[in-house]
């Protein structure tokens, strides 16, 4: 890891492997991604994207490898790795019984950060929830409750984001909400991989691409070209 000591990446990665029992979830994956850029990660379920991703958000601890956050050692500085990176997962979890504006102010008072209706209520009418603020989550949709997900990813105001599937069971709304985040975090500097199965979407969002396969960093390239090699055969073939 001595020369990553050197880099100015935001995110940079050298031989991260995984493992869950006998079984490689990911094998010598390298990354590297400066600052305002985004990578579009793709493969087919059970290829190692979330793992990835849970990794570099300090969720998993690699079996081998190891990776740096904006220069912090994301294996020897636990702290400042979650002050730098968020994480968007599967699972939206909010807190049912509670309003949309509570679950934000518990998430606000977690991070030490103003938990005021006046801070807040904003970032609802950004997810379109502001006239939904004060109704409990329960009576919420899927995609009203991602959205929520979103609104807590924002308020951690994180260098590196990172997007686990980020259209999944998002309406309308948050579909558009997600096309114009992305080239916002981007103009303002920060990093974003993109884990998703919605390659056309992301190829226009992000600049890099990679698609991973059983594991290994399988294909490589600007995030325009993904898609094309995604439907290769080449790609089919491999683990038949």
Wanted: charged share 25%; proline share 5%; hydrophobic share 40%.
């Amino acid at each position: 890891m001595g020369s990553m000591r050197e880099s100015n990446l935001a995110v940079e990665a050298q031989g991260l492997c995984r493992r869950y029992g006998r079984s490689w979830a990911l094998v010598d994956v390298d990354l590297q991604l400066p600052s305002g850029r985004a990578l579009l990660l793709a493969g087919r379920n059970g290829s190692g994207k979330s793992t990835l991703l849970r990794v570099l958000a300090g969720a998993l601890k690699p079996d081998r490898g190891g990776f740096r956050i904006q220069g912090v050692d994301g294996l020897g500085d636990r702290h400042g790795l979650r002050a730098r990176v968020g994480l968007l997962g599967h699972a939206s979890y909010t807190y049912d019984a509670l309003s949309a504006l509570q679950n934000l102010q518990v998430a606000a008072r977690l991070l030490g950060k103003p938990a005021g209706r006046r801070e807040l209520l904003p970032l609802l009418e950004e997810l379109e929830l502001g006239k939904r603020a004060d109704d409990p989550v329960h009576t919420f949709s899927a995609g009203m409750r991602r959205r929520i997900a979103f609104a807590r990813l924002l308020l951690q105001d994180p260098k590196v984001v990172l997007l686990d599937e980020p259209y999944a069971q998002l309406d309308p709304q948050g579909f558009r909400f997600v096309d114009a985040l992305i080239p916002r975090l981007k103009a303002e500097g920060r990093t974003v991989i993109v884990a998703s199965h919605h390659l056309e979407e992301g190829a226009q969002l992000c600049d890099d691409g990679m698609i991973l396969e059983g594991g290994r960093v399988l294909w490589s390239g600007p995030a325009r070209e993904l898609p094309q090699h995604a439907v290769s055969p080449a790609v089919k073939a491999v683990g038949r």
